[in-house]
């Protein structure tokens, strides 16, 4: 099950679909399991990184995995619209598909995936472009690593 809560609706308004959207590419990377997603402001996620991993900034994405005892659900996945959608428009890509990519690197990292090490990054990138090439959507490391 993926539940989806829409924190602040400007997520509703910029991608109409949002929690299609949000669903498709969960359900794409996630294996069967709970994921409860939470789509919210730069505050929020501000509050959230500095609590949790001691910086003091709004970030694109987090996740929290849960633990092992509580599986079925494999944790919770928080995204910050302003950062998002900054993101999506310095970069030239649809916001809805930056989206589907930040929901797919946070669902990697439900299930241990991570990016801290050269190899490991390598790694989840490409299960990124697998996932997201299934949805028909273009390599967003393509222009990064063109030029």
């Not at 801290?116 to 990054?121: P, V």
């Not at 989840?124 to 997201?132: P, V």
């Amino acid at each position: 099950m993926i539940d989806i809560e829409v924190e602040d609706e400007t997520w509703s308004v910029d991608v109409p679909d949002v929690r299609g959207v949000v669903v498709r590419a969960a359900e794409q990377a996630a294996p069967p399991g709970d994921v409860v997603i939470l789509l919210t402001d730069d505050d929020t996620v501000r509050d959230l990184n500095a609590r949790f991993r001691g910086k003091d900034k709004p970030t694109n994405v987090l996740s929290f995995p849960a633990p092992a005892s509580a599986r079925p659900h494999l944790g919770d996945i928080v995204l910050a619209h302003g950062v998002c959608a900054a993101e999506a428009r310095q970069q030239g890509k649809p916001f809805a598909d930056h989206l589907s990519h930040l929901v797919i690197h946070g669902v990697l990292h439900l299930t241990g995936h991570d990016h801290e090490a050269h190899d490991e990054a390598e790694a989840m990138e490409a299960l990124e472009r697998t996932h997201l090439a299934a949805l028909g959507i273009p390599d967003p490391y393509l222009s990064r690593n063109d030029t």
